[in-house]
């Protein structure tokens, strides 16, 4: 036996029983004449004495040698502590050890595994078996296993069925790169590992299965910009014989189930909004709730003057930020570089002060008298004390660069509280985006998405116009959720394929199967798809998915600890029918 209590279980009343522990050695303090070890597992930290009245010579001069990280076995009796820690849930009691044995020595490691660590990242990911150890990754882990059980106790517990599909599949086009797995029998051609299930899971509906879900890693070969990861964990859903409303429904109380078990925090209502009011309002589609700083477009109030920036720009718009009147002209100065950066895009910025009297005070008052600026401020609904920022040009690129300098803001003035959740369903999407450059149209979502129930028709007189049957679930400015009502009929799906670009022939061979099911009985459908990674980080009151994924890639999508992605040897190309061109 190995251990017979783990280092955070013992309390007071456990003194004067005999326990066996197990761990690693956090911390020795060597005082002559009594050593303290510090032993840590899993579950807490449990200090060990040495004491020279009571332990032999042998055992005292054993414990001294003990370096961090080292792997030991401790037996001994609970005794009360001298001097006890409030801090730690064991602090009341120690281990008078009376016999050691060393399990497995150290080397000393390459960072101290504490909270606060002297590791930068890089060196952290490289030996992440060692950063895992630590509470805080230790803790992110548990707290993800957690969610995920209360995910599928409630899917569970609503009838759905857990059905595992597969990795190995056909390449197809779903917007982002496939990662592709050469096959050694079937030579010259290759599996791609999933996207998302999406096709399976409409099979399974018309399988009969009616609800079904799966905890299932997905992969996409795409640029790792903003906190991804090239493999990532969906909760994927999809039921039958449902509308909108069904999912919505459903959805909002899983939400709900898991802001309620694992936060205490229960919301009653999940407000919506349409993708045209999300963009209007708050410059992308999702948008964070929690604060105001809602856009105002000023076309109408800034336009026709003699300020030739706004006259010709297709969008004027601004926000105003509460209480930031009292900004120096460096600090404002500071604002324009920011949002000139390249990773934003404006060719400047115009503030207007609204001072506690009243009055304005503006970078444009030579174009725009006091009477104007008010107007601005009655629609940005900036208040006395506020400053009011506004952008101009292309909309849709103002719009995006607002709604950068809004977070950007936000998370300056503190107001993106992690504590705080505020859920919304953006719906009403466009079913198709247009490509500019090439003047073809693609699916916003995926090419299964259905359109809104009598839009159909305009898919021939004006597709952009047609909006989808789709919905994203936001979190506190993240999606953690989209999905869509599915296109369950063989005619429609042509349809849909043909104004994607499509040939007859091209859709037969990436999508037959498909076609060929919906012939057999297909039943009206739709689901969604959850972001497990994303999702977790936020109900633990963070934004970056990295910290609670065991095992993550690094941004050039590398696992460094083992060397991933690495070259192959000959005779495996070989047996690939393989050749590299360098």
Known sequence: MYRSTTCG?????????EVVLSGWVHKLRDKGFVVWVDLRDRYGITQLVFDADRTSKDLLEKARELGRETVIQAKGQVIERASKNPNIPTGEIEVLVTELTILNKSLLPPFTIEDDTDGGEDIR???????????????NLIFRSKVTMEVRKYLTDQGFIDVETPYLIKSTPEGARDFVVPSRMNEGQFYALPQSPQTFKQLLMVGGMDKYFQIVKCFRDEDLRADRQPEFTQIDCEMAFVEQEDILNTFEGLT??????????????????????????????KPDIRFGMQFGELNEVAQHKDFNVFNSAELVVGIAIPGASEYTRKEI?????????????????????????????SSVDKFYDEQDLGKWAEVTGAKPGDLICVLSGNANETRSQLSALRMELANRLGLRKPDEFAPLWVVDFPLLELDEETGTYHAMHHPFTSPKPGQLELLETDPGAVKANAYDLVLNGNEIGGGSIRIHDKQVQATMFKHLGFTPEEAKAQFGFLMDAFQYG?????????????????LGGQETIR??????????????????PATIDDEQLKELHLKIDM
């Open 547 to 564: 910290d609670f994924i065991a095992f993550p890639k690094n941004n050039s999508g590398r696992d460094v600890m083992i060397d991933a």
């Open 9 to 17: 279980a013992l309390r007071a009343s456990d003194i004067g029983s």
């Open 256 to 285: 709900k189930h898991l802001l309620k078990e694992i936060k205490g925090v229960e919301i009653e209502e999940f407000p919506r909004m349409t993708f045209d009011d999300a963009m209007r309002l708050y410059g992308n589609d």
């Open 333 to 361: 100065d500071a604002l324009i570089d920011w949002v000139k950066r390249p990773q934003v895009g404006a060719k400047g910025m115009v503030y207007v002060k609204c001072n506690e009297d009243g009055s304005y005070k």
């Open 125 to 139: 990911m490289k030996y992440r078996y060692l950063d895992i150890r630590r509470n805080p990754v230790k803790n």
């Open 522 to 538: 297909a039943p009206p459908h739709g689901g969604i798809a959850f972001g497990l990674d994303r999702l977790v980080a936020i």
